[in-house]
């Protein structure tokens, strides 16, 4: 049995990238997995101010907040799956503050300044969304440029991505076919 941590990203509780996890959802639960599911924008978390003591310190020496919490969660499960609404081309801010909070958790560094992987082997899946309609949104970087931002954490922490979805046009078209819907499930059947 793998346990499994929902980042859900997206300010919209009822939204594409809330449906699309909770299709995955339902595929890991197939496996009997143990699943946690965190809404960031729920989270009481102060944003990084770059101080640098995490690096040798191995934690951010902000005071304790959720941040911290779910960091501690992040080392204890077996895979992650973040979902993340495409803004400006990039993740949300709050799931990027997740994520600069908690640099030491995904990496570390060898004195000559090398990254250290401390997730490595960990599986994750990416699941973004845009209201760019296909092919401009992968044209213009927009859900690209969001699927990069959080491979690049992902990489950095070790993790084997095994899967992305990404849903564009969610302005003009919000439905989420079939065929989305069936692979967001086989992927946590993956998982």
Known sequence: MSK???????????GTISTLLKKITEGVREKNNEIEWVDIYSLQMEPCIACMKCRPDGECVLPKDDAHIIGKKIKEVDALVIGTPT???NMTSQLKVLF?????????EKPNGMPIAKQKGKRAVIVVSCTTP??????????????????????????KVIGKIVKP??????????KI???????GNNL
């Open 4 to 14: 499994v941590l929902i980042l859900n990203g997206s300010p919209r509780k009822s």
């Open 87 to 89: 803004y400006w081309g």
């Open 100 to 108: 600069e909070r908690n640099v030491p958790v995904f990496m570390g």
């Open 134 to 159: 296909w092919p401009f949104n992968f044209i213009a970087s927009e859900s690209r440029g969001a699927v990069r931002a959080v491979k690049e954490v992902l990489h950095y922490g070790g993790y």
């Open 169 to 178: 046009g969610t302005k003009k078209n919000p439905n989420i076919s079939k």
């Open 181 to 187: 819907l069936s692979k967001a499930k086989k992927m």
